[in-house]
């Protein structure tokens, strides 16, 4: 899933600003497998729309953790969404990627990627219509 995923990625984003570079790559081939795991051990599919989301928004969190940058805190009412336990098992796994970065990921890093498995857990768990 990695390699192909982040070609997409940096096919999607050549033109702008920032392209994907190689450190990019090297740091979103440490991040997006433990963002796999965490989706695998939890049942989370991922279709095509949902993982270049997830890719897009690994991209700028792996750039965040090198600048050692952090996003302003975000309403709190946003963790209502997100299903119980989801928040531990993220922080896990953002704390697995960020320790030896020596990055402390803050609750809105937290919140915003458990966001995304939330979305997709949800989209996965809709009726499909019948025809």
């Known amino acids: 899933m990695t390699t192909p995923l982040i070609e997409r990625l940096a096919q999607t984003v050549q033109d ?9 790559r090297a740091d979103l081939t ?11 051990t939890s049942g989370i599919v991922f279709d ?27 309403d709190d009412q946003l963790a209502a969404e997100v299903a119980p336990g989801r928040m531990a098992a993220v922080r896990t796994l953002l704390d697995t990627y960020c ?10 890093e937290v919140l915003l990627l458990a966001l995304h498995f939330e979305a997709a857990a949800q989209l996965q768990h809709q009726p499909t219509a019948q025809a």
């Open 30 to 40: 440490a991040f997006l497998p433990l963002a796999q795991a965490y989706a695998d």
């Open 48 to 74: 095509g729309t949902r993982s270049l989301a997830l890719a897009v928004h690994a991209l700028a969190f792996v750039r965040r953790v090198r600048d050692a940058e952090h996003l302003d805190a975000l």
């Open 99 to 108: 320790t030896p970065r020596d990055f402390p990921a803050r609750d809105t």
């Open 16 to 24: 702008t600003a920032r392209p994907v570079t190689d450190e990019d």
